[in-house]
């Protein structure tokens, strides 16, 4: 079955937040890394539960998923009734930790 995948305004600015950053370095690799994040991020209509739910679910209150980006959490929400999968934020996996006024 695919799902319809519905990206945030967060997940979207948290996306051209790290492309700018990298872009300071590299133009190249920012545009490489931005256009690899949105082929995974799509890419997640399909089987988007072929991924794990991430350990700060209990504390999210939901069945919240991730899915790696290079040192970046793709980090996203299966919402099965509507047939949607819905990306909250991308967010540098050494950062602490979820929580929810980060998904909300």
Same mark, same amino acid.
């Given at each position: 079955?695919?799902? @319809? +995948?519905?990206? !945030? /305004?967060?997940?979207? =600015?948290? *996306? $051209? ?9 590299? /133009? ?5 890394? *931005?256009?690899?994040?949105?082929? !995974?991020? %799509?890419? *997640?209509?399909?089987? /988007? &539960? &072929? %991924? ?7 504390? *999210?209150?939901? $069945? +919240? &998923?991730?899915? =790696? ?6 980090? %996203? =929400? ?9 990306? =909250? ?7 602490? /930790?979820? !929580?929810?006024?980060?998904? @909300?």
């Amino acid at each position: 079955m695919a799902y @319809r +995948v519905i990206v !945030t /305004p967060s997940a979207i =600015l948290d *996306l $051209e937040e790290y492309a700018d950053y990298i872009s300071q370095d590299s /133009p190249k690799q920012a545009k490489e890394w *931005l256009i690899k994040a949105w082929a !995974t991020i %799509f890419s *997640l209509g399909d089987n /988007p &539960r &072929r %991924f794990a739910v991430i350990a700060e679910a209990d504390e *999210l209150g939901a $069945e +919240v &998923r991730d899915v =790696l980006h290079y040192s970046h959490r793709i980090v %996203f =929400l299966v919402k099965a009734a509507d047939d949607v999968v819905e990306i =909250l934020r991308v967010y540098h996996s050494a950062r602490k /930790p979820l !929580t929810e006024k980060d998904i @909300r």
